[in-house]
């Protein structure tokens, strides 16, 4: 049973444009959900995060819009770069006793010049 | 500044040989640690995690072991290989408690022939 779900599996976007990266999830007791960011052959980078008493969390130009009624989250990259192109991950935990952090499959972000 | 190292960088290994990996994390003192895999192309699967010296929880079997013999130290092991073990093995430490921030290493590639 897959927790945390991602779409697209993969997106391509211009130069410039917003990406926009989606992720729902199942456990209604998750409360934590970080974004990484994944370069080949690198270990995950932590991009941005939230917590569930939010439903925005913005830095620099990473946005996550978050629905806890729709258990599901976002991640805008605004003004796509394409040193931005790698694989992002959604994961989501919850903070009352577990260890585990759940990730979703990723999705594959290109951006062309 | 807290730094995690991993080593091997990569390793080819026959099937049915030993496998030892191992993760250092430096400048922080206590740490949770955890051990993921990452098929190619794939999710992050976590194994282990550890909140203690001496004391580990499985996540998932695949035939693996771990250890946390000093309190900066994490150890993946298995005494036999299966081409199923193929992959990239991150470790990943966060602050005590739960629903914290995972920083992963740069991961160790293993490739069972």
């Known amino acids: 049973q897959q927790q945390v779900r991602q779409s697209p599996q993969s997106l391509t976007v211009w130069e410039g444009e917003t990406a926009i990266l989606n992720c729902s999830y199942e456990n209604s007791a998750f409360d934590y959900f970080p974004w990484y960011q994944q370069f080949p052959g690198e270990g995950p980078a932590l991009l941005i995060a939230i917590r569930s008493v939010s439903d925005k969390k913005e830095d620099g130009g990473f946005t996550i819009f978050f629905n806890k009624r729709e258990k599901n989250l976002s991640l805008h990259i605004k003004d796509s770069q394409p040193g931005d192109s790698a694989t992002y991950f959604c994961?989501?935990?919850?903070?009352?006793?577990?260890?585990?952090?759940?990730f979703g499959s990723g999705t594959q972000l290109t951006v062309m010049p | 500044a807290q730094t995690i190292h991993q080593w091997p960088v990569a390793e080819i290994k026959a099937v049915g040989s030993p496998l030892s990996l191992g993760c250092t994390i430096k400048?922080?003192?206590?740490?949770?640690l955890y051990w993921y895999w990452q098929a190619t192309g794939g999710t992050l699967q976590q194994l282990f995690y550890?909140?203690?010296?001496?004391?580990v929880e499985s996540v998932v079997q695949l035939n693996l072991s771990a250890s946390r013999p000093k309190d900066d130290q994490f150890i993946l092991s298995t005494e036999k290989l299966l081409l199923s073990h193929s992959g990239f093995y991150l470790c990943a430490w966060s602050l005590r408690g739960a629903g914290n921030t995972l920083y992963f290493g740069e991961g160790s590639r293993l490739i069972v022939v």
């Open positions: 400048g922080k003192s206590s740490p949770n």
């Open positions: 994961a989501a935990s919850a903070s009352s006793g577990s260890w585990q952090l759940i």
């Open positions: 550890s909140i203690t010296v001496g004391q």
